[in-house]
């Protein structure tokens, strides 16, 4: 193919004349200026307090220069944070409602340093703002929103205390000899650590463990969980939790324990703590294996335990973004318990045999029981948080439970009265249940301080698989001298497979409307799966029958729950005497279920309009009142919906209910906290009531046993069938106080507290409706006296009044208790140290007690060894062999049940334990900059 040579000669042309221009042009244009670099800039950060140490949420920081004119707001833990300011010489102004305004404060920085952090602000309140009380020093209790701190130097303990010496020390506070904890009547359920939970949250291992010398504060948080803690949307009923806050100069250590004793009746205890704690960072091993008497003192499940458990939990991060927290646990408890009951019950015979008057009959059971448990448990739980950036947050929570357990049960039973009979009732059961849950959180905060969007989701399941093998022997007796009688065989073999599925999702965004107020809306949904199969077959000649139709059940449901919240908040600084919230909640619910084996359906709607009120007024850091209401819808049971005849107690058949609707609980709160500083004076007042709508009730009737055939003139056989309805009407109300009294130095302390409580419940007793109403008071006083160091001794009285009512059946059951406590401590020769604790009770209205006035007596001898760093301690429990309590539950039916275990509490023990530990101070971080706290202990 050939060239064309003349196109190529015209192209080479206008290439030619272009390349001309470009250069004549570029020859034209004038020689373009570098553009100097900018300017450095740097960050300024700085934390805001009051005098009380606390950090100031919400102050103005106005920072100027010849170059910045530039202004903030702290945010909740009064921290403030200034980007991209051009000069390192320039003045700051803090200002704060009802505190004093700063003096211009004029600072002159290295201008290589990019990130600069000043020493704290400290902000004076104005004396005209809230009545506060002039004292000398900081107060010993501050009452913050949902926090009560106390300041742990003004509580004095022995040298190597652990904080459970200091907690017992600390007004409202009641610390168990097991290490749990109670403030002003509520129970603590979760400890944290510089606002962390604390090796898998348990509140006994961080009090027993955990030194008293390192807490700088006491916090006890109403904690409305971790959605409320990112987004500052409460929503439902807080936990109390514990939050222990190291001082900065014993924020890093290392804690090894070791521990074993062995005494009579085959007592045993060993363990073995190690902790690691490096301001946030915690890492901590825990073993321990265990001989343990359940119930002692009349509480508790009863019996004898083996028990062994191991624990592994690691908090830390990696690298500057991502924190992390993983906990893994595993329990073995193989279980005794041998108990003895009476009961009685009452059956008004009015409507049964149609009658004009009332006529009560009683029924009296005495009742034998040994049964064996042995369950085995795995718990892995994580949290994974990354911080994506300054402004987003991502969260991940998954968790692995595995539970097994197995058990054989023998009962034995003898009734007279209206009912007639003997049982013998041998029961073998195990189960398994694994479950998964995973929750994923993101949060975005903007610009703008306080506004911010949050949404998360959740998914469970837990599929258990059980089954039990029971055999059944039931003898009737037709007359009063037993000579006529019929007996009834019952060989049974039951199935049960239980899937729930769970899932949640939901959303929230805080849009500030001022430095005060703020609007929330909120928005989640709840459903939750039930998918279940239950099979009953006979044991027939070493083999099994076919299905029992009539008793087996293959029954699926579900729950769906929506929550749709618009909220007004006022008062977001702390210089606000009244804080509130108002809004609206909307709430749909949908219970729905299919019995696959009727091939029936059922399908209930409810919707819901409640108030969100919230309000809180503070005259002081040190004297509040709060105000709180929550509504909440639960659905039934599988018990109470299932609709077929469940004859495991041949003696009360249940039949579930489908059409049930799910019950909505109303609850109100109030709580008046108040503590005089000088005069070393705390007093608490808290109300509470709580009303249900749509309460699932039982309803029970008595029937003629269809297996037993009665001839004239014997006495006729009955047996009770219970069915669930919906009612109105079930409500509870109670009220408690407590009030401490610190004298001489915290050397006397008076402590005072009680409480009351009113509970109207309802049940259908053969027709008509029976309203039981439960009234209980309780009084205590417990001074702690410590008038020198070596001597300690706490006495303690209580009385405690319960009776039951019933209207149909017209009876009352009533018991009381008078207690006297004793329990305290000497130190002697230096290292030697005896504890004794004695308690005598004068017990009335329970006939059954084996020892109506029963006196227990315990006693410790210790000797310190190795610089107080070990101990050998002798023990003694319950040298008189009194403790043989009855525990007494009132029943619906007018009656009560009685009950004694086998807590063969007098033993004897010899251990001996090691405990070693070092600390030292928190570190600063980089580039000079100095240890930053938050107002929950954290690190920065």
Same mark, same amino acid.
Not at 24 to 39: D, G, H, I
Not at 296 to 325: Q, W
Not at 485 to 513: F, I, Q
Not at 520 to 549: C, F, H, K, P
């Given at each position: 193919?050939?060239?064309?040579?003349?196109?190529?000669?015209?192209?080479?042309?206008?290439?030619?004349?272009?390349?001309?221009?470009?250069?004549?042009?570029?020859?034209?244009?004038?020689?373009?200026?570098?553009?100097?670099?900018?300017?450095?800039?740097?960050?300024?950060?700085?934390?805001?307090?009051?005098?009380?140490?606390?950090?100031?949420?919400?102050?103005?920081?106005?920072?100027?220069?010849?170059?910045?004119?530039?202004?903030?707001?702290?945010?909740?833990?009064?921290?403030?944070?200034?980007?991209?300011?051009?000069?390192?010489?320039?003045?700051?102004?803090?200002?704060?409602?009802?505190?004093?305004?700063?003096?211009?404060?004029?600072?002159?920085?290295?201008?290589?340093?990019?990130?600069?952090?000043?020493?704290?602000?400290?902000?004076?309140?104005?004396?005209?703002?809230?009545? +506060?009380?002039?004292?000398?020093?900081?107060?010993?209790?501050?009452?913050?929103?949902?926090?009560?701190?106390?300041?742990?130097?003004?509580?004095?303990?022995?040298?190597?205390?652990?904080?459970?010496?200091?907690?017992?020390?600390?007004?409202?506070?009641?610390?168990?000899?097991?290490?749990?904890?109670?403030?002003?009547?509520?129970?603590?359920?979760?400890?944290?650590?510089?606002?962390?939970?604390?090796?898998?949250?348990?509140?006994?291992?961080?009090?027993?463990?955990?030194?008293?010398?390192?807490?700088?504060?006491?916090?006890?948080?109403?904690?409305?969980?971790?959605?409320?803690?990112?987004?500052?949307?409460?929503?439902?009923?807080?936990?109390?939790?514990?939050?222990?806050?190291?001082?900065?100069?014993?924020?890093?250590?290392?804690?090894?324990?070791?521990?074993?004793?062995?005494?009579?009746?085959?007592?045993?205890?060993?363990?073995?703590?190690?902790?690691?704690?490096?301001?946030?960072?915690?890492?901590?091993?825990?073993?321990?294996?265990?001989?343990?008497?359940?119930?002692?003192?009349?509480?508790?499940?009863?019996?004898?335990? +083996?028990?062994?458990?191991?624990?592994?939990?690691?908090?830390?991060?990696?690298?500057?973004?991502?924190?992390?927290?993983?906990?893994?646990?595993?329990?073995?408890?193989?279980?005794?318990?041998?108990?003895?009951?009476?009961?009685?019950?009452?059956?008004?015979?009015?409507?049964?045999?149609?009658?004009?008057?009332?006529?009560?009959?009683?029924?009296?059971?005495?009742?034998?029981?040994?049964?064996?448990?042995?369950?085995?448990?795995?718990?892995?739980?994580?949290?994974?948080?990354?911080?994506?950036?300054?402004?987003?947050?991502?969260?991940?929570?998954?968790?692995?439970?595995?539970?097994?357990?197995?058990?054989?049960?023998?009962?034995?039973?003898?009734?007279?009265?209206?009912?007639?009979?003997?049982?013998?009732?041998?029961?073998?059961?195990?189960?398994?249940?694994?479950?998964?849950?995973?929750?994923?959180?993101?949060?975005?905060?903007?610009?703008?301080?306080?506004?911010?969007?949050?949404?998360?989701?959740?998914?469970?399941?837990?599929?258990?698989?059980?089954?039990?093998?029971?055999?059944?022997?039931?003898?009737?007796?037709?007359?009063?001298?037993?000579?006529?009688?019929?007996?009834?065989?019952?060989?049974?073999?039951?199935?049960?497979?239980?899937?729930?599925?769970?899932?949640?999702?939901?959303?929230?965004?805080?849009?500030?409307?001022?430095?005060?107020?703020?609007?929330?809306?909120?928005?989640?949904?709840?459903?939750?799966?039930?998918?279940?199969?239950?099979?009953?077959?006979?044991?027939?000649?070493?083999?099994?029958?076919?299905?029992?139709?009539?008793?087996?059940?293959?029954?699926?449901?579900?729950?769906?729950?929506?929550?749709?919240?618009?909220?007004?908040?006022?008062?977001?600084?702390?210089?606000?005497?009244?804080?509130?919230?108002?809004?609206?909640?909307?709430?749909?619910?949908?219970?729905?279920?299919?019995?696959?084996?009727?091939?029936?359906?059922?399908?209930?709607?409810?919707?819901?309009?409640?108030?969100?009120?919230?309000?809180?007024?503070?005259?002081?850091?040190?004297?509040?009142?709060?105000?709180?209401?929550?509504?909440?819808?639960?659905?039934?049971?599988?018990?109470?919906?299932?609709?077929?005849?469940?004859?495991?107690?041949?003696?009360?058949?249940?039949?579930?209910?489908?059409?049930?609707?799910?019950?909505?609980?109303?609850?109100?709160?109030?709580?008046?906290?108040?503590?005089?500083?000088?005069?070393?004076?705390?007093?608490?007042?808290?109300?509470?009531?709580?009303?249900?709508?749509?309460?699932?009730?039982?309803?029970?009737?008595?029937?003629?046993?269809?297996?037993?055939?009665?001839?004239?003139?014997?006495?006729?056989?009955?047996?009770?069938?219970?069915?669930?309805?919906?009612?109105?009407?079930?409500?509870?109300?109670?009220?408690?106080?407590?009030?401490?009294?610190?004298?001489?130095?915290?050397?006397?302390?008076?402590?005072?507290?009680?409480?009351?409580?009113?509970?109207?419940?309802?049940?259908?007793?053969?027709?008509?409706?029976?309203?039981?109403?439960?009234?209980?008071?309780?009084?205590?006083?417990?001074?702690?006296?410590?008038?020198?160091?070596?001597?300690?001794?706490?006495?303690?009285?209580?009385?405690?009044?319960?009776?039951?009512?019933?209207?149909?059946?017209?009876?009352?059951?009533?018991?009381?208790?008078?207690?006297?406590?004793?329990?305290?401590?000497?130190?002697?020769?230096?290292?030697?140290?005896?504890?004794?604790?004695?308690?005598?009770?004068?017990?009335?209205?329970?006939?059954?007690?084996?020892?109506?006035?029963?006196?227990?007596?315990?006693?410790?001898?210790?000797?310190?060894?190795?610089?107080?760093?070990?101990?050998?301690?002798?023990?003694?429990?319950?040298?008189?062999?009194?403790?043989?309590?009855?525990?007494?539950?009132?029943?619906?039916?007018?009656?009560?049940?009685?009950?004694?275990?086998?807590?063969?509490?007098?033993?004897?023990?010899?251990?001996?334990?090691?405990?070693?530990?070092?600390?030292?101070?928190?570190?600063?971080?980089?580039?000079?900059?100095?240890?930053?706290?938050?107002?929950?202990?954290?690190?920065?």
């Amino acid at each position: 193919m050939g060239v064309n040579y003349a196109r190529l000669c015209k192209l080479a042309v206008v290439l030619f004349l272009l390349i001309s221009s470009t250069a004549k042009v570029s020859a034209q244009q004038p020689a373009k200026r570098e553009t100097p670099p900018p300017l450095p800039t740097r960050e300024i950060s700085g934390i805001v307090k009051d005098t009380l140490d606390l950090g100031l949420p919400g102050a103005t920081v106005s920072l100027t220069s010849d170059k910045d004119t530039l202004k903030t707001s702290t945010n909740n833990d009064g921290i403030f944070v200034f980007k991209d300011v051009k000069s390192a010489t320039y003045t700051i102004v803090v200002q704060s409602l009802g505190y004093l305004k700063t003096s211009p404060m004029r600072f002159k920085q290295n201008d290589l340093t990019p990130r600069i952090v000043m020493d704290p602000i400290v902000m004076k309140e104005e004396k005209n703002t809230l009545n +506060t009380v002039v004292i000398n020093g900081t107060p010993s209790i501050t009452y913050k929103t949902d926090t009560v701190e106390y300041k742990a130097s003004d509580y004095v303990v022995r040298a190597n205390s652990m904080v459970d010496e200091l907690l017992k020390k600390m007004e409202g506070m009641e610390v168990g000899s097991d290490g749990s904890l109670v403030h002003n009547g509520e129970s603590v359920l979760r400890a944290k650590l510089n606002g962390k939970e604390f090796l898998g949250g348990d509140v006994a291992n961080a009090i027993k463990n955990l030194p008293a010398e390192i807490v700088d504060k006491i916090q006890i948080v109403d904690d409305y969980g971790d959605q409320a803690a990112r987004t500052g949307v409460k929503d439902g009923d807080p936990q109390k939790i514990l939050n222990i806050t190291t001082r900065t100069d014993k924020s890093v250590g290392n804690i090894v324990r070791l521990s074993g004793a062995g005494g009579s009746n085959d007592r045993y205890n060993g363990e073995i703590n190690g902790t690691r704690i490096n301001q946030n960072q915690t890492i901590g091993v825990d073993s321990k294996y265990r001989n343990t008497v359940n119930g002692v003192g009349g509480g508790g499940t009863g019996g004898t335990t +083996t028990s062994g458990e191991a624990s592994f939990s690691i908090r830390d991060k990696i690298g500057k973004n991502v924190n992390f927290n993983v906990n893994y646990k595993y329990d073995g408890n193989d279980q005794l318990n041998l108990s003895s009951t009476f009961s009685k019950s009452v059956t008004n015979l009015r409507n049964i045999l149609k009658l004009q008057t009332d006529s009560l009959v009683n029924t009296f059971t005495t009742r034998g029981s040994q049964r064996t448990n042995d369950s085995r448990g795995h718990n892995f739980r994580a949290e994974i948080e990354i911080n994506l950036d300054s402004n987003d947050y991502l969260s991940f929570r998954p968790s692995i439970n595995y539970s097994s357990s197995s058990s054989n049960q023998a009962d034995t039973s003898y009734q007279t009265g209206y009912r007639h009979q003997y049982q013998v009732n041998a029961n073998s059961s195990s189960s398994k249940s694994p479950q998964l849950g995973l929750v994923v959180g993101y949060q975005h905060r903007f610009d703008k301080l306080r506004r911010n969007f949050f949404v998360e989701g959740e998914v469970r399941t837990n599929n258990r698989s059980s089954d039990s093998d029971q055999d059944l022997f039931l003898r009737y007796f037709l007359n009063e001298d037993e000579s006529e009688k019929s007996d009834s065989l019952a060989y049974r073999l039951r199935l049960n497979k239980n899937l729930n599925t769970s899932y949640r999702g939901s959303m929230t965004y805080v849009e500030p409307l001022s430095t005060n107020t703020q609007i929330e809306l909120n928005a989640q949904v709840n459903y939750n799966g039930y998918d279940n199969n239950a099979t009953t077959r006979n044991r027939v000649n070493g083999g099994v029958s076919q299905v029992i139709d009539s008793l087996s059940n293959i029954f699926n449901y579900s729950f769906t729950q929506a929550r749709f919240a618009v909220n007004f908040r006022y008062g977001m600084s702390n210089t606000s005497r009244i804080r509130f919230s108002a809004g609206l909640t909307a709430v749909p619910a949908l219970l729905s279920g299919t019995k696959v084996s009727l091939g029936t359906t059922t399908r209930r709607s409810s919707f819901n309009l409640i108030p969100i009120a919230r309000m809180e007024y503070l005259w002081s850091r040190q004297h509040k009142v709060a105000l709180n209401y929550s509504g909440n819808a639960s659905e039934p049971t599988f018990d109470q919906i299932q609709p077929v005849r469940d004859v495991t107690n041949p003696n009360n058949a249940v039949i579930g209910n489908p059409n049930l609707k799910a019950r909505f609980v109303h609850t109100i709160r109030s709580d008046y906290n108040n503590y005089i500083a000088n005069s070393k004076l705390n007093y608490s007042i808290g109300v509470n009531a709580s009303f249900n709508q749509n309460d699932v009730i039982s309803s029970s009737v008595d029937i003629d046993d269809p297996n037993v055939i009665v001839k004239p003139g014997q006495n006729p056989v009955k047996i009770r069938e219970t069915r669930y309805i919906n009612m109105n009407g079930v409500y509870r109300i109670g009220g408690n106080y407590n009030i401490s009294k610190q004298l001489n130095n915290r050397k006397y302390n008076l402590s005072l507290s009680g409480s009351a409580n009113y509970n109207n419940r309802i049940t259908m007793t053969n027709g008509e409706k029976n309203i039981n109403i439960v009234k209980s008071f309780r009084e205590s006083f417990g001074p702690r006296i410590n008038p020198t160091d070596w001597f300690e001794i706490n006495p303690y009285v209580s009385y405690n009044h319960q009776t039951s009512d019933n209207t149909v059946l017209k009876n009352q059951s009533e018991t009381n208790t008078l207690a006297f406590n004793v329990d305290g401590t000497v130190y002697f020769l230096r290292s030697w140290i005896f504890k004794y604790n004695a308690s005598k009770n004068y017990i009335s209205g329970i006939n059954a007690n084996i020892n109506n006035n029963p006196f227990v007596i315990n006693a410790t001898l210790e000797k310190e060894l190795f610089n107080r760093r070990g101990r050998v301690t002798v023990q003694a429990f319950d040298v008189l062999n009194q403790n043989n309590f009855v525990n007494r539950d009132f029943n619906d039916t007018g009656g009560y049940t009685d009950t004694k275990s086998n807590a063969v509490s007098r033993y004897f023990m010899v251990g001996l334990s090691v405990r070693l530990q070092k600390w030292s101070g928190a570190k600063g971080g980089r580039d000079g900059r100095g240890i930053r706290r938050r107002g929950d202990g954290s690190f920065m």
